[in-house]
Structures are given as C-alpha cells and as structure tokens.
C-alpha cells in the first residue's frame, strides 16, 4: 500500500503524540551516509571504482557481498578486505591508489552538517551516529569532515561490532545515551532502519532532503528562525 508523505517521513511509535508540546526533543540520533555525507562506499561507488580501475564488476560485487558485514564489524582490515574483493591477483594500480579513489566518494552534505550543529549550539542536544561503517572509512569521514565537532559519540558499527538492522545497535545507542525514547530523533535515509527504530519506541525522521527534513524538525519543536 502506497504511504502519504507524512507516513514516509516520520514514522511514529505506537500510541505515540509527537507534537506534544510538552515532549522536548534532547537528543538526535543519525546516520551519516545519505545523511551528512554521501554514501561512503555503496555500490554505486563500487561500480564507479570498477569502471576507473577496469574491474570485472559483477565479479567484485559478488566478493564485496561476501565480505562486506564482517569487513564493516572491523573483523577485516582495509587491507584484507581489498586483498579478497580487488587485490586476489595481480593488478596494474596499488592498493594505495584503490584507497585514494574510495576516500574520493566521500562529499559532504553541508546543508546538513551546518543544520545539526546549529540545532545542537541553540538546543544544547546531544548528538549520535548509528552507522555501517569500516574503520578506516570511518576514522577518514570524521576527521576529513570534523563530524567530531558535533557529535559526542559515534556508535558505528566497526566500533560496536553491530551491524544495521541488528536491532542491538540501536538497544546499545539508547544505552549509551541514556535518554527515554520520546526525547529522542533518528534521521535516517533507509526506509527499513526508520521502521525498526520506531518500533523500539525511537521516532524516526526517513530524511530525503534538507527541506523536507528541516520543516520536519521545526514541527518537533527544533526550529532556527
């Protein structure tokens, strides 16, 4: 069945009124890729990777599939997984070069970057990522675009060893953050992630684009004008 506009964009625990008044917003939960910034290492980035490099992409996708949860849990290195998705035989580039070209898909959303700092300057809120991330990545995206500066804590999956939907993940967020569920905002890009976290009792905010999900904010109360 086709959902309105507002089921699409903010899904709501059950028996849950979130426009009360009276329920301020302390906390936000985030995601990065799709959110903050691009996706960091998706497969449309993967099929740039095996244009540029001239890489059988079917072949790299089906070893990126098998690899990919236990690589972004941190049971595999940077360098491991490369030597079991690209580097298995002999190529014409380095594994250097491959790393400077997925570094190289990461942009910021700086629309975004700017509205979740503001809303945590005016608001004093608190401010953690979810996310499916490998450590390398990981440690790159933080630093190169000071996700830092705003983010008190980053419950990523390489860091947690817990993977997106694991419904764990957001049990151990909600327990690092200590904040009841009503309190608390998820914007995420994945329709299914949004889902699972309402049903845990998290109001979930699915985020398509800056407007949209700044009107979406301003209705709970998180407002810059």
Same mark, same amino acid.
């Given at each position: 069945?086709?959902?309105?506009?507002?089921?699409?964009?903010?899904? +709501?625990?059950?028996?849950?009124?979130?426009?009360?008044?009276? +329920?301020?917003?302390?906390? /936000?939960?985030?995601?990065? $890729?799709?959110?903050?910034?691009?996706?960091?290492?998706?497969?449309?980035?993967?099929?740039?990777?095996?244009?540029?490099?001239? !890489?059988?992409?079917?072949?790299? @996708?089906?070893?990126?599939?098998?690899?990919?949860?236990?690589?972004?849990?941190?049971?595999?290195?940077?360098? @491991?997984?490369? $030597?079991?998705?690209?580097?298995?035989? #002999?190529?014409?580039?380095?594994?250097?070069?491959?790393? &400077?070209?997925?570094?190289?898909?990461? #942009?910021?959303?700086?629309?975004?970057?700017?509205?979740?700092? @503001?809303?945590?300057?005016?608001? $004093?809120? #608190?401010?953690?990522? /979810?996310?499916?991330?490998?450590?390398?990545?990981?440690?790159?995206?933080?630093?190169?675009?000071?996700?830092?500066?705003?983010?008190?804590?980053? +419950?990523?999956?390489?860091?947690? &060893?817990?993977? #997106?939907?694991?419904?764990?993940?957001?049990?151990?967020?909600?327990?690092?953050?200590?904040?009841?569920?009503?309190?608390?905002?998820?914007? @995420?890009?994945?329709?299914?992630?949004?889902?699972?976290?309402?049903?845990?009792?998290?109001? $979930?905010?699915?985020?398509?684009?800056?407007?949209?999900?700044?009107?979406?904010?301003?209705?709970?109360? !998180? &407002?810059?004008?």
């Amino acid at each position: 069945m086709r959902q309105s506009h507002d089921e699409t964009h903010l899904q +709501v625990p059950p028996n849950t009124n979130l426009m009360k008044k009276n +329920v301020s917003i302390t906390t /936000l939960f985030l995601d990065v $890729g799709g959110v903050l910034l691009t996706n960091g290492w998706d497969h449309h980035a993967r099929r740039r990777a095996a244009k540029h490099f001239k !890489l059988d992409w079917r072949e790299m @996708e089906a070893r990126h599939s098998l690899n990919f949860v236990i690589y972004e849990t941190d049971q595999l290195t940077l360098q @491991e997984y490369l $030597g079991w998705v690209v580097f298995y035989k #002999k190529r014409s580039f380095t594994r250097a070069d491959f790393w &400077r070209f997925m570094c190289a898909q990461s #942009k910021p959303y700086s629309e975004m970057i700017e509205l979740m700092r @503001e809303l945590k300057a005016k608001y $004093g809120l #608190k401010v953690f990522v /979810l996310s499916n991330e490998a450590r390398e990545l990981n440690d790159y995206r933080i630093h190169q675009f000071k996700l830092n500066e705003f983010v008190d804590t980053f +419950v990523s999956s390489c860091l947690v &060893r817990l993977h #997106k939907p694991d419904a764990a993940i957001f049990r151990l967020a909600l327990d690092i953050a200590v904040t009841p569920c009503q309190q608390i905002v998820y914007i @995420e890009n994945t329709p299914m992630f949004v889902q699972i976290a309402a049903g845990m009792g998290i109001r $979930g905010l699915l985020h398509t684009d800056y407007q949209s999900t700044s009107k979406k904010l301003a209705l709970l109360g !998180l &407002r810059l004008d």
